[in-house]
T-cell receptor, first 115, second 113 residues
Framework: ELKVEQNPLFLSMQEGKNYTIYCNYSTTSDRLYWYRQDPGKSLESLFV?????AVKQEGRLMASLDTKARLSTLHITAAVHDLSATYFCAVDGNAGGTSYGKLTFGQGTILTVHP | NAGVTQTPKFQVLKTGQSMTLQCAQD?????MSWYRQDPGMGLRLIHY???????DQGEVPNGYNVSRSTTEDFPLRLLSAAPSQTSVYFC????????????FGPGTRLTVL
């Protein structure tokens, strides 16, 4: 059974600081997703990582994937208040085959950025 | 494109009642799925479909039925609602091709009393 674990689950940051959210998963997969969710809203896709060593960046967020270590990271650079949200990683358990969109999610990391 | 739409946005049911949560997408996506979100647990897959007429169970299927008669629609039926089904329900869809992004609907907040 695929398990996905994020840490930390709660992250309180000061504006301008850097930090990393970690996503570990238990079985082989080469497809990993990061989502953002604002309170009471739906999930917004941030990154889709499709191979070992994949790195993607958008603004102050950068995501990477190490399939051998079964680890993805979401790095936040010079945090700003607008980044406050819950961040989820999700793994497609159908490794190497057709992606049916069967995602297993981590518990989510609640990020709060303080002035 | 409206993307993925869900109705209703909010619903309150009494234990034992049945209802259908509606989901539609206008992106011609083959794959559609239903997730529930409970506090502190992330999202969990209920059922999914890889095309019209084809459905399968996810991680937490008990108490829910689905069918897929068209590419656009993927309703989720609660047969006899229980308080344990109080949750936020999200429908999602995904293309077969190069775009691996899964698009989520706005969600339905369901309370079962």
């Amino acid at each position: 059974e695929l398990k996905v674990e994020q840490n930390p689950l709660f992250l309180s940051m000061q504006e301008g600081k850097n930090y990393t959210i970690y996503c570990n998963y238990s079985t082989t997969s080469d497809r990993l997703y990061w989502y953002r969710q604002d309170p009471g809203k739906s999930l917004e896709s941030l990154f889709v990582l499709l191979s070992n060593g994949a790195v993607k960046q958008e603004g102050r967020l950068m995501a990477s994937l190490d399939t051998k270590a079964r680890l993805s990271t979401l790095h936040i650079t010079a945090a700003v208040h607008d980044l406050s949200a819950t961040y989820f990683c999700a793994v497609d358990g159908n490794a190497g085959g057709t992606s049916y969109g069967k995602l297993t999610f981590g518990q989510g990391t609640i990020l709060t950025v303080h002035p | 494109n409206a993307g993925v739409t869900q109705t209703p946005k909010f619903q309150v049911l009494k234990t034992g009642q049945s209802m259908t949560l509606q989901c539609a997408q206008d992106m011609n996506h083959e794959y559609m799925s239903w997730y529930r979100q409970d506090p502190g647990m992330g999202l969990r897959l209920i059922h999914y479909s890889v095309g019209a007429g084809i459905t399968d169970q996810g991680e937490v299927p008990n108490g829910y039925n689905v069918s897929r008669s068209t590419t656009e629609d993927f309703p989720l039926r609660l047969l006899s609602a229980a308080p344990s089904q109080t949750s936020v329900y999200f429908c999602a869809s995904k293309d077969l091709g190069l775009d691996h992004t899964q698009y989520f609907g706005p969600g339905t907040r369901l309370t079962v009393l």
